[in-house]
C-alpha cells in the first residue's frame, strides 16, 4: 500500500517536471503558472479583506444597537418621521403611498397599503430610535385593484435568515466554511457510517461557503427551466470555454 501510493507520488512529481521543464514550451508553462499563483494570491488577499471589513461592520453594528437599546433617545418628532420615512422604502412596495406623522413620539401611519405588507411595516416601526407608539390608520388592501397609488411598485421581500438567502455575506461564508471543515474533519475520524455522512455534509457546507452556490444547484437540482437567452447563455459560454481550452492547448 506505501509502495503504490509512493510509486503514484513520485509517477506525478516526475510528470509534473517534465511538463514543467520541457526544453520548447517549459518557459511559457512557468510562466503561466506564476501568473495563476499571483492571481490566486491577490484573490485570497482581497478575500480576507471583504471579510474582516464585514466581521467588523457587523461588530459595530451590533454593538451600535445594543448601545441604543439603553440609551435614551430624546429625537423630536422630525428626526423621528424621517426615520419613518427612510424604511418605507425597503418595506413596502408603494413608499409614496404611505403618510407619516409624529406627535410626542406616536407615529400615524395612513394611506393605502396592501394587506401583507402591514405587519412587516408595523414591526419595523416598532424597533425604529425615538418611536413610543404607533397608531395606526392604515387603508388595507388584499389586492392593488384600481388603485392608482398602489399600482406598480416593486414587491419587497421580507427579512430572510441569512443563511436561508441565496447569497451569504462573507463573515456567513466564513463560519460555514470553518463548521463544514470542522464537520468534514470530525467525520473522517469516526470512521464509520455516521462519521461519513457527517463528513459529507461537512464537505458539502465547506463548498458552499468557499463557491457562494445554493445547495440545490449544487446537488443538480436546480431550477433548469429558463427563458431562451439564459438557455443560449451557458451553450454560448460552454463554447467559449472549450475554444480558450483548446487556443491554451495549441499554445502549450
Known amino acids: 500500500m506505501n509502495r503504490g501510493l509512493a510509486l503514484g507520488a513520485g509517477l506525478g512529481i516526475g510528470t509534473g517536471v517534465m511538463y514543467l521543464f520541457d526544453p520548447d514550451r517549459g518557459k511559457r508553462r512557468r510562466a503561466l503558472l506564476r501568473d495563476k499563483l ?22 459595530s453594528g451590533i454593538a451600535a444597537s445594543i448601545q441604543s437599546r439603553f440609551a435614551s433617545d430624546e429625537a423630536n418628532d422630525t428626526v423621528v418621521a424621517e426615520r419613518v420615512r427612510s424604511k418605507l ?40 430610535p425615538g ?6 390608520n392604515l387603508e388595507v388592501h388584499k389586492e392593488a385593484g384600481n388603485h ?3 399600482q406598480g411598485g416593486r414587491e419587497r421581500k421580507a427579512y430572510e435568515f441569512e443563511f436561508l438567502q441565496e447569497n451569504w455575506s462573507p463573515a456567513a461564508r466564513l463560519i460555514a466554511g470553518v463548521a463544514g471543515a470542522s464537520l468534514a474533519v470530525y467525520g473522517g475520524t469516526r470512521r464509520d457510517a ?8 461537512g464537505v ?4 458552499r461557503g468557499i463557491t457562494n452556490t445554493e445547495f440545490s444547484r449544487l446537488a443538480g437540482l436546480g431550477d433548469e427551466q429558463k427563458t431562451d437567452d439564459e438557455r443560449t447563455g451557458p451553450a454560448h459560454d460552454a463554447s467559449s470555454v472549450e475554444s480558450l481550452f483548446a487556443q491554451s492547448s495549441a499554445a502549450m
Open 38 to 59: 499571483v492571481w490566486m494570491q491577490r484573490k485570497t488577499d482581497e478575500c480576507i479583506q471583504v471579510t474582516a471589513r464585514d466581521l467588523n461592520n457587523r461588530a
Open 89 to 128: 422604502g425597503r418595506i413596502v412596495a408603494h413608499p409614496g403611498a404611505i403618510e407619516v406623522a409624529v406627535e410626542n413620539g406616536t407615529v400615524s401611519l395612513s394611506g393605502p397599503i396592501l394587506e401583507d405588507e402591514v405587519a412587516g411595516l408595523t414591526s419595523c416601526v416598532k424597533w425604529i
Open 131 to 136: 418611536v413610543k407608539g404607533i397608531n395606526n
Open 148 to 150: 392608482p397609488a398602489l
Open 194 to 201: 455516521l462519521g461519513a455522512g457527517i463528513g459529507a455534509a
Open 204 to 207: 458539502l457546507l465547506l463548498t
